[in-house]
């Protein structure tokens, strides 16, 4: 039986946000550390997007020649995702579902991306959702994914009023996605929650300003 949290809710805000977002919005460029790394891969590689979004890195990679499904766990991302396709003539499976309960096989995808996703919810959250990315790749499948570091706790807490709800685990007050709970780690953190892998790259860097800072990993699933 799998035990449901109810602390994975951030998907509820972005299901508003992919409803009014458009061809300009920042969360349609993909990054290029993503792409890059896709494009080495053998063509025709099975490519999981978790937390798809607008369908920004599932989109390039059917371009590059890959079989991709995009995964969101809300509705208008998915909808999004399949418009887009249809639109720029590229065959992308779009499945909408939690990243705590994955409805693929075991070791179904050769790479999976999980860019600014794994992090919504608590630490149990969290656990469950790495989990099944190591059961859908395949051994020497590649992981790619982005997590919030512990060290941009000050510039949120700076922002707006927030508590600690579990280990890790804060909301703040005000609009935004992190009304919802988020996950905020330190390194040895991150890599205590990566059994299976083997992390070949884990580096801290801001995104979009200054401070917002996130883990970034690449790591190979283990025999």
């Known amino acids: 039986m799998i035990i449901r949290s109810t602390t994975d809710t951030a998907h509820r805000y972005w299901n508003a946000e992919w409803k009014k977002a458009g061809v300009g919005s920042p ?22 997007d978790l937390g798809a979004g607008l369908g920004r890195h599932a989109l390039v990679f059917a371009e590059l020649g890959h079989r ?93 009023r927030g508590r600690e709800i579990s280990r890790n685990t804060w909301v703040f007050e005000g609009p935004g996605d992190k009304a919802h709970p988020h996950y905020f780690c330190t390194a040895p953190d991150l890599l205590s929650l990566l059994w299976g892998f083997e992390v070949f790259t884990l580096f801290d860097r801001p995104h979009e300003s200054p401070g917002s800072w996130h883990w970034h990993l690449l790591a190979e699933r283990l025999a």
Do not use: C
């Not at 969360?27 to 490519?47: F, K, N, Q």
């Open 27 to 48: 969360w349609a460029m993909p990054e290029p550390w993503a792409v890059d790394h896709a494009g080495t891969l053998p063509d025709g590689s099975r490519i999981l």
């Open 68 to 160: 991709v499904t995009a995964l969101d766990a809300a509705e208008a991302s998915t909808a999004a995702v399949a418009a887009a396709a249809f639109a720029r003539s590229l065959t992308v499976e779009t499945v909408q579902a939690p990243m705590t309960d994955l409805p693929f096989e075991t070791a179904s995808f050769d790479h999976v991306l999980a860019w600014n996703v794994i992090y919504h919810g608590d630490e149990a959250i969290v656990r469950r959702a790495l989990t099944e990315v190591a059961r859908v790749l395949r051994p020497g499948g590649s992981f790619m994914a982005t997590m919030l570091s512990a060290r941009r706790l000050p510039v949120e807490q700076a922002r707006a």
